[in-house]
């Protein structure tokens, strides 16, 4: 938690303050041709509609999740937004943060980011900060760091920001996954008050499920790697013609795979082992708070039960006709904790269910491969 | 999985592979990681007017066997005009101990520039980095982008190699060394789900797909190609085609496969292990929901 904290307080730290509007609007307005002044918006009015991702992100953020297996994986990422979408083309990894040592990594992280800011910027590269991503594994990625980075940035950041999530045993089960999301405003609200007891979010209506909003999100590739990539998939001419006809297809640099037709379902044992560990971290906050609970409740009904003692001890005083003693000390004679945050269990009960939802679609694409080898084998 | 175009030339070496690693033992070949060549092509797309070609570092591996993995790339600030070179040091040195920090591991293992014409300057850059990365050998990665007409799209891997009686920096041979492009299997999707973008109109595909999706996909082109295969068995049964003894081989290798495994006893106890986990998953799912709903009903 306090690494949650720090971190967080590290990137506030880093992020320019929100960008003013340039007063001087008009010479401006004169680079803008006409055919563009709809779509480009100065004050950031127009409301992001989708979230477009470059190729060479998507393939950072696949090597830098895997490279870092283990420990989670994230970065920023860059780019700009055009009519409602927003382009995101460049990210770089963020080094990972120690909470050992806080202050001196926090200021070396924001060095770091400064830094690279500026490096990307003199190649030409873009150097406005868009979001961030983060890797997680089997569908799971709700964390109180996250929501906490995501608070910070869509106060920051021009358009609040997004986090794209990167699922990696999804990819390597051959289903290559990209989600964009943001926080939904009351559960930004809440965050702000940082008030997320019962009546909280009740008021809010929150449950995991409405903590986040999804934004969809398109990958494109520009024209030079398009055309890359397709000479590397095109076979290329056998060397000798007449040559062995399985061969010939096996010259391309990138062959196709069928990886996803494999009938393994090895992610299956650790999938369900992730959910009873979701469950019983969940089982120990519900023991948390109900003890909180009762711990309040039994201070209300002391604090009660003495101001019923001292009411009818100053009735009996008023009528030997003495003055009645006080009644307001209850206050201080009382600490009445306050209500425990709702919020981990609620990103708890979010985790658990991610993890099912993943369980339920490795076993729904299992059951279609086990029908489609059935056939095929003609049993 | 070979990135160059084929040619005629054979990959001169002076080394047996399997010796023993000496500081300063040539490089036998390279591999590339797909990461490394997008971002060479994202710079080369990001060049000024006046660039008529850009430099980086390439970052990656060395293992024993002489073989270097380049694993990632950054670019480079360079200028180059009639009378001389200039490559941003500082800029260099800044970019490597940024990338040093996230990805310790990695180290300046050679440099790339995009167009395939070695140079004087090629000579003189190369020195240069071969100074930075002592006592080892760097190596060059031209990378044809394949945007001149007439030429396609290519990568090339080459070791310097001091020529004359006096070496000189601005003299050197470039060697050719073999070149493969690799990476984890585990990318494989992220890398398919580029070629599928890379075919579609406008280069944008929709995101994200199920992983039924996918599978209907991999399903279907198994269908086609079992239907391709199977046209031609027929047009050969029929007589219109002569018959490929290789090609009938490998499809009753590739289709006479055992089926033991998938006896009906073992299928079918398979099959309730996934719809137990099946129903376990929507289980747990309405559990949490129910659970998130009651955590708002208050006891008054």
Known sequence: MAAATSMAATIAASLPAPSTAPAPAAPTYEAIPASMSKVIDLEGEIPLQCVQLDGLVVSKIIKHSRDAQGSSAHGLVLGLDLDGTLEVSNSFPMPNHSPDDDDKSTKGIVRYQASMLRSLKDVQADDSIVGFYQAMMLGSFLNQTLVETQAIHQEKLRHGGVVIVHDLSQTARGNASFRAFRLTRAFLDALKRNNFSTSSLIDHRLTFSSILEELPVKVRTNALMGSFLQTLTEPSAPPVVGDHPSAATSTAALPPSFSTLNLGTASVSRNLEHIIEAVDAYKTEEGNLAYLHRQIAREKQKAEGYVTKRKEENAARVAQGLAPLPEEDVNRLFKIPPEPSRLESMLLLGRIDAYSKALAETSSTGLVKMYAAKTNSGV | ?300
Not at chain 2, 90 to 119: A, C, F, Q, R
Not at chain 2, 172 to 194: A, M, Q, Y
């Open chain 2, 1 to 300: 999985m070979s990135l160059t175009v084929e040619s005629s030339a054979v990959y001169v070496q002076n080394t047996a592979p399997g010796f023993i690693s000496t500081p300063g033992r040539a490089p036998t070949s390279v591999t590339v990681h797909p990461v490394a060549l997008f971002s060479i092509l994202d710079h080369y797309l990001r060049r000024t007017e006046s660039q008529e070609r850009v430099i980086g570092t390439l970052l990656g591996k060395r293992s024993d066997n002489g073989e270097v993995e380049v694993r990632s790339s950054f670019a480079v600030l360079h200028s180059e005009t009639e009378e001389q070179v200039a490559v941003d040091m500082d800029y260099l040195k800044t970019m490597y101990d940024l990338h040093h920090k996230v990805n310790p591991k990695e180290v300046i293992v050679g440099w790339y520039s995009t167009g395939s014409n070695l140079n004087t300057y090629s000579a003189l850059i190369h020195d240069f980095y071969s100074q930075e990365a002592t006592p080892h050998q760097v190596v060059h990665l031209a990378v044809n982008t394949g945007v001149v007409e007439g030429e396609k799209a290519c990568v090339k891997a080459y070791i310097g190699s001091p020529v004359g009686v006096y070496p000189k920096p601005e003299n050197c041979v470039f060697v050719p060394i073999p070149c493969e492009l690799r990476f984890n299997e585990t990318e494989r999707s992220g890398l398919d789900l580029l070629t599928t973008t890379a075919t579609a109109p406008n280069s944008t595909t929709p995101h994200p797909v199920t992983d039924l999706e996918v599978l209907e996909q991999s399903l279907k082109s198994v269908a086609d190609m079992l239907d391709r295969v199977l046209s031609y068995v027929q047009s050969v049964l029929a007589g219109e085609v002569k018959g490929d003894a290789v090609v009938g081989r490998y499809l009753m290798d590739t289709l006479g496969a055992s089926t033991e495994d998938l006896e009906k006893k073992g299928f079918n106890s398979s099959l309730q292990d996934t719809l137990m986990v099946s129903y376990l998953a929507s289980l747990v799912r309405s559990q949490a929901e129910v659970s998130a709903r009651l955590a708002l009903v208050t006891s008054t």
